[in-house]
C-alpha cells in the first residue's frame, strides 16, 4: 500500500474543527518492527505553527520498537494503537489532556495485517471522537483497508445500537446507554456501522 493512498483518505476527511492527520507506517526490520512518520502524509486543518510543532515533537518517536514482548510508552498514542491493533482515543474527559487525539489502525489484506496507524491530533480535546472514528473507518473501507475497535452492541426490545467503545470507560457507556432506554435519546440517531 502507497502513501497516496493515504493522502486521498487525508484529503477526503472532513474536520471538525482545527487539527492534523498523522500517518505512522509500519517499518518490519527482521523480527521486529516499528512505526515512522517520516516521509508520510501530513495534513493540518490550517498553518498553525502549534500543528507543526507537535507533528516534529512525534518525529522524534519515529523508529520506536513495537510488538511482542515490547514496552510502549502509553504516553505515545499511535505506539499504543499499533500495539494493541484497536482504536484508542484521548478526549477532554482525560485528566490533564492538553490535545484531543484519535488513533486508529490500518489494516491491509482484509484486516489481517498491520499497515500502520492514522492519528487524528486535534488542537481542543472533544468529548468523544466516535464520528471520527467512523469516517475513517468508512474512507478505509472504500480504499479496501480495515481498521479495528472496540464495538458494543447494546439491545433494548426491538431496537439496537451499535457503536465503537474507543477507551472511553464504562461510565461513557452507562450515561449513553441509560439515556437511549430512558427515552431521552433516540436509538435511530445513535445507531452506526462500524
Given at each position: 500500500?502507497g502513501?497516496?493512498v ?57 523508529n ?7 514496552k ?26 492538553f ?6 489502525p490500518v ?27 467512523l469516517?475513517?473507518?468508512?474512507l ?41 432506554i ?13
Amino acid at each position: 500500500m502507497g502513501s497516496k493512498v493515504i493522502e486521498n483518505i487525508m484529503n477526503r476527511f472532513h474536520f471538525n474543527g482545527s487539527g492534523s492527520l498523522l500517518y505512522w507506517q509500519r517499518i518490519q526490520v527482521g523480527n521486529k518492527w516499528c512505526l515512522t512518520l517520516e516521509g508520510q502524509p501530513f495534513l493540518p486543518t490550517a498553518d498553525r505553527k502549534e500543528l507543526k510543532q507537535y507533528r516534529n515533537r512525534c518525529l522524534k518517536h519515529s523508529n520506536y520498537w513495537v510488538g511482542q514482548n515490547t514496552k510502549v510508552d502509553q504516553e505515545w498514542l499511535a505506539g499504543l494503537v499499533a500495539q494493541e491493533g484497536i482504536a484508542y482515543q484521548r478526549t477532554s474527559r482525560d485528566r490533564n489532556q492538553f490535545w484531543g487525539q484519535l488513533g486508529v489502525p490500518v489494516y491491509i489484506d482484509k484486516g489481517k495485517k498491520l499497515a500502520g496507524v492514522i492519528e487524528l491530533a486535534m488542537y481542543h480535546p472533544e468529548e468523544d471522537y466516535a464520528a471520527d472514528y467512523l469516517q475513517l473507518s468508512n474512507l478505509l473501507e472504500g480504499e479496501n483497508l480495515a481498521t479495528k475497535a472496540l464495538i458494543v452492541k447494546v439491545t433494548y426490545k426491538k431496537d439496537a445500537i451499535k457503536f465503537p467503545l474507543l477507551s472511553i470507560g464504562i461510565e461513557y457507556l452507562w450515561e449513553n446507554v441509560t439515556k437511549l432506554i430512558s427515552g431521552s435519546a433516540r436509538f435511530s440517531d445513535q445507531v452506526c456501522q462500524p
